[in-house]
């Protein structure tokens, strides 16, 4: 099949950096990529503010027109999300299909859902951006012929009228509610078995995927495209203490993500704020790793998830460049490829939880062994011996503040 041809429009405004202006095209250009597409040209331009009617000047759509004409260019894609009278105007312009970022990213959303959660959160999120807009799509709509931005609801379901749409996005979102409820059950039972749960957060493409896979023993997608994974997927892992606990790999974030994407997934991200711990992955070698970390803190905060304990890990450690200076503390420079590096990361997590707990020392019978495999799997064990004199075991180690099995400790 072959690759579609893209052309990237994009207006860089007085108040925007040259970085942040150049990191959000290359980021734009990687997701036309994921998407299945190839980007053949990308045309700026420089204005104090977006216009109205066309997002673009009017010279410059002349320019474009041509040049689509020269290249064979099979989709326009703006850098910015457009008004349904922009887009309108611009595919009467330009005779293309045209989208924005914000579609490119339901787009790819749409490909990779797998679970039926994943599925119906993306359906509810295209369907929710494509209603505003429905005004003035009919002529474009009959034109498509599938191709990057028409994944997921389809044309008829967009042609359809207003009523048609709002009714399938309250019935999603009941549909939604119940699978909500659910993991909500599966939560709280995890809660009730007094199960630690880490959450592996971080920018897309930093390698979560790839750390989650290493640390689980397990073959989730790994793959060096935005948004490899979609849908959380959650393992069991075991210190070298014996200490065990649950390990989620979730959602990449990304700068500028659809505001219906955010609120659509924010059940998807409620993992990250039932965990206890974070792992912060950064792709250690990417020249806007900054800004990168900058927004996955934001939306730490949105989601009132930015007070857990967490480490950063400076993923990619073999591309950093010698003059790497560490934004986040505490942090590990590691290369999810390298077993030591997994092995340092997991020591690395216990050494952080062993400040932050309290200590503990309980001396048991042989016959409780019941009680000595749980606390030997549900706290970090520092020491385990059997006195033969005393016919008991001695076990010392650290245990975290809200365990059911403290009350029985501090008897001790």
């Given at each position: 099949?072959?690759?579609?041809?893209?052309?990237?429009?994009?207006?860089k405004?007085n108040?925007?950096?040259?970085?942040?202006?150049?990191?959000?095209?290359?980021?734009?250009?990687?997701?036309?990529?994921?998407?299945?597409?190839?980007?053949?040209?990308?045309?700026t331009?420089?204005?104090?503010?977006?216009?109205?009617?066309?997002?673009?000047?009017?010279?410059?759509?002349?320019?474009?027109k041509?040049?689509?004409?020269?290249?064979?260019?099979?989709?326009?894609?703006?850098?910015?999300?457009?008004?349904?009278?922009?887009?309108?105007?611009?595919?009467?312009?330009?005779?293309?299909?045209?989208?924005?970022?914000?579609?490119?990213?339901?787009?790819?959303f749409?490909?990779?859902?797998?679970?039926?959660?994943?599925?119906?959160?993306?359906?509810?999120?295209?369907?929710?951006?494509?209603?505003?807009?429905?005004?003035?799509?009919g002529?474009?709509?009959?034109?498509?012929?599938?191709?990057?931005?028409?994944?997921?609801?389809?044309?008829?379901?967009?042609?359809?009228d207003?009523?048609?749409?709002?009714?399938?996005?309250?019935?999603?979102?009941?549909?939604?509610?119940?699978?909500?409820?659910?993991r909500?059950?599966?939560?709280?039972?995890?809660?009730?078995?007094?199960?630690?749960?880490?959450?592996?957060?971080?920018?897309?493409n930093?390698?979560?995927?790839?750390?989650?896979n290493?640390?689980?023993?397990?073959?989730?997608?790994?793959?060096?495209l935005?948004?490899?994974?979609?849908?959380?997927?959650?393992?069991?892992?075991r210190?070298?203490?014996?200490?065990?606990?649950?390990?989620?790999?979730?959602?990449?974030?990304?700068?500028?993500?659809?505001?219906?994407?955010?609120?659509?997934?924010?059940?998807?991200?409620?993992?990250?704020?039932?965990?206890?711990?974070?792992?912060?992955?950064?792709?250690?070698?990417?020249?806007?790793?900054?800004?990168?970390?900058?927004?996955?803190?934001?939306?730490?905060?949105?989601?009132?998830?930015?007070?857990?304990?967490?480490?950063?890990?400076?993923?990619?450690?073999?591309?950093?460049?010698?003059?790497?200076?560490?934004?986040?503390?505490?942090?590990?420079l590691?290369?999810?490829?390298?077993?030591?590096?997994?092995?340092?990361?997991?020591?690395?997590i216990?050494?952080?939880?062993?400040?932050?707990?309290?200590?503990?020392?309980?001396?048991?019978?042989?016959?409780?062994?019941k009680?000595?495999?749980?606390?030997?799997?549900?706290t970090?064990?520092?020491?385990?011996?059997f006195?033969?004199?005393?016919?008991?075991?001695?076990?010392?180690?650290?245990?975290?503040?809200?365990?059911?099995?403290?009350?029985?400790?501090?008897?001790?």
């Amino acid at each position: 099949m072959s690759l579609e041809k893209i052309l990237i429009i994009a207006v860089k405004r007085n108040n925007q950096t040259e970085d942040r202006f150049q990191s959000s095209l290359e980021e734009l250009i990687s997701l036309g990529k994921t998407a299945g597409g190839t980007v053949e040209l990308v045309v700026t331009q420089k204005r104090n503010r977006i216009h109205p009617a066309t997002y673009i000047g009017e010279g410059k759509i002349a320019e474009i027109k041509e040049m689509i004409d020269e290249e064979d260019i099979d989709l326009v894609i703006s850098n910015d999300e457009l008004s349904a009278g922009q887009m309108r105007n611009l595919t009467d312009h330009l005779g293309v299909r045209i989208i924005d970022r914000s579609q490119l990213i339901l787009d790819i959303f749409a490909m990779r859902a797998r679970t039926k959660e994943g599925k119906l959160q993306v359906e509810l999120a295209q369907l929710e951006y494509m209603l505003p807009r429905l005004h003035g799509q009919g002529v474009a709509m009959s034109r498509l012929g599938g191709g990057i931005g028409t994944r997921g609801p389809g044309e008829t379901k967009l042609e359809s009228d207003k009523r048609h749409i709002s009714r399938r996005i309250y019935d999603i979102k009941r549909r939604l509610k119940l699978v909500v409820k659910q993991r909500e059950q599966y939560r709280k039972r995890r809660n009730n078995n007094d199960v630690f749960q880490i959450a592996i957060v971080g920018y897309t493409n930093a390698g979560k995927s790839t750390l989650f896979n290493r640390l689980t023993n397990s073959d989730s997608l790994e793959e060096n495209l935005l948004f490899a994974t979609l849908d959380p997927l959650t393992r069991k892992i075991r210190m070298s203490s014996g200490f065990e606990c649950l390990v989620t790999d979730t959602v990449g974030f990304l700068q500028e993500l659809p505001t219906s994407l955010i609120a659509s997934f924010r059940s998807t991200l409620e993992e990250v704020t039932e965990s206890d711990f974070l792992l912060h992955v950064v792709d250690g070698s990417h020249p806007d790793q900054a800004q990168q970390q900058d927004t996955v803190n934001r939306l730490l905060e949105e989601l009132d998830a930015q007070n857990l304990p967490m480490l950063t890990l400076y993923n990619k450690k073999d591309l950093i460049k010698d003059d790497f200076i560490p934004i986040n503390h505490p942090y590990m420079l590691m290369s999810a490829f390298d077993k030591n590096d997994i092995q340092a990361v997991l020591q690395r997590i216990e050494e952080i939880l062993k400040e932050d707990w309290d200590s503990f020392t309980i001396v048991l019978n042989p016959e409780e062994g019941k009680l000595i495999n749980k606390i030997s799997s549900e706290t970090i064990i520092k020491n385990k011996a059997f006195n033969e004199e005393e016919n008991n075991y001695v076990i010392s180690g650290y245990i975290r503040e809200n365990h059911s099995l403290n009350s029985l400790l501090k008897e001790q």
